[in-house]
């Protein structure tokens, strides 16, 4: 069974969202980049909610039978990418997230309005 992005996009939100995930955005990538559909882009109080968050979208992407490509960042939890094939995750550390700011370097993008 395959998942389609947007339902693999609302999947990894409703992860996160569940592990109390701060400030979730949402971008859609299509015609923009050929990277992924979609960027997700969150951010934690502390390492070990950054690494809940992604733990938590990884087991519900496992779940739904997605195969997780890539998962960086785990060890010192300042910035986990979870790549998903269609979405890409950035869970940061609040300050990296400050830091690093990847929502202006895609500014071109429009933001997924959640309902």
């Not at 996009?9 to 992924?36: F, P």
Request: negative net charge; contains cysteine.
């Amino acid at each position: 069974m395959t998942v389609q992005p947007e339902e693999l996009m609302t999947l990894a939100v409703e992860a996160a969202e569940d592990k109390k995930a701060i400030n979730i955005v949402t971008l859609n990538l299509s015609g923009i980049s050929l990277i992924a559909d979609y960027f997700i882009i969150c951010h934690g109080n502390s390492e070990t909610q950054v690494q809940a968050i992604a733990a938590e979208i990884r087991k519900k992407a496992e779940e739904k039978g997605v195969r997780i490509r890539g998962l960086e960042g785990m060890d010192t939890a300042r910035w986990v990418l979870i790549d998903l094939g269609d979405v890409v995750v950035h869970v940061f550390h609040r300050d990296d997230r400050e830091y690093y700011n990847i929502e202006r370097l895609w500014s071109d993008a429009k933001v997924v309005e959640r309902v």
